[in-house]
């Protein structure tokens, strides 16, 4: 049994370019990716820390990605002025 999936053509222009890189249709890479999210079903991260952590990344990682998104926000509201 079959299921169609309704996309913009720019997201199935996406899909296509990443597709081709490893020389798959873009049928072959949504069912790669469903495979990947199946063996990974379970895993789930309510915050980016744990996701990151789950990924290697240690506490001085976490502290300099804070230190970045910290001034990140403040050039946001500088920039919202």
Do not use: F
């Not at 469903?34 to 990974?40: F, G, I, Q, S, Y």
Request: proline share 1%; hydrophobic share 40%.
């Amino acid at each position: 049994m079959g299921h169609t999936v309704q996309l913009t053509d720019e997201q199935y222009e996406t899909l296509r370019q990443v597709a081709a890189r490893d020389d798959e249709t873009p049928e072959q890479l949504i069912g790669r990716m469903v495979n990947a999210l199946a063996e990974t079903q379970g895993a789930v991260y309510y915050t980016d820390d744990e996701l990151l952590r789950a990924l290697g990344a240690d506490d001085s990682e976490l502290a300099e990605l804070a230190k970045l998104e910290a001034q990140a926000d403040a050039n946001d509201r500088y920039h919202a002025l």
